[in-house]
């Protein structure tokens, strides 16, 4: 009787396992506004999150925060940045971590729960994000932003077929975005950094 349930429960485990895969790996793919970009997830936990993606490309500390820039290889020209605030700073726990208030990515691999993604229009973003303003239009990119949520869409015009170049998430009610541009200025403004 007992190999009986060891088999039983074997199955059972073999089976939930397989389900958590088979649910888990679209969700590394996920965009939750307010919350993550696939495991890129914001908050006070900061420091733990950073670990799973080793050093970054690009690094820019100063005054309790930092700017973190990780590059696409091969063929592709994506960026993952990351800004960080030093807990202690802002009285969150634990005082020695860092809490991650904003994830850009220009990755078209991530995507929402709707499917808006980097390379979606104008037209489908404001379909699916209907509370979105403008917030910056620096050139050359323009920032559509619902503050609320906590997302926001980079475009390099304010026209219905303009495709999405950047996504970022952030801490709802956070005002601080990063552009293109910004990233492409700290790239090379960056010691050590020889254009690829």
Not at 61 to 69: E, I, L
Not at 114 to 135: D, E, F, K, N, W
């Amino acid at each position: 009787m007992s190999q009986l349930m060891t088999l039983l429960l074997s199955i059972a485990i073999s089976r939930s396992v397989l389900a958590y895969t088979v649910v888990s790996q679209p969700q590394l793919n996920l965009i939750v506004p307010g919350a993550r970009i696939g495991n890129m997830v914001l908050g006070q936990n900061g420091t733990e999150v950073l670990k799973r993606f080793g050093k970054p490309d690009i690094i820019d500390a100063g005054m309790s925060q930092t700017r973190q820039v990780w590059l696409g290889r091969g063929y592709s020209r994506a960026t993952l940045f990351i800004h960080t605030t030093a807990n202690g700073a802002i009285d969150a726990e634990p005082s020695s971590g860092v809490t991650i208030d904003v994830v850009r990515t220009s990755s078209t691999r991530f995507h929402t729960s709707a499917g808006i993604s980097v390379g979606s229009t104008l037209a489908q973003v404001r379909r699916m994000y209907p509370h979105l303003h403008r917030a910056s239009s620096e050139n050359p990119s323009i920032i559509f932003c619902d503050r609320r949520h906590g997302i926001a869409f980079e475009f390099t015009r304010d026209k219905g077929d303009a495709h999405c170049a950047g996504i970022t998430v952030f801490l709802p009610g956070h005002s601080y975005l990063a552009s293109n541009h910004d990233i492409s200025a700290l790239i090379q403004c960056s010691p050590g950094y020889h254009k690829r």
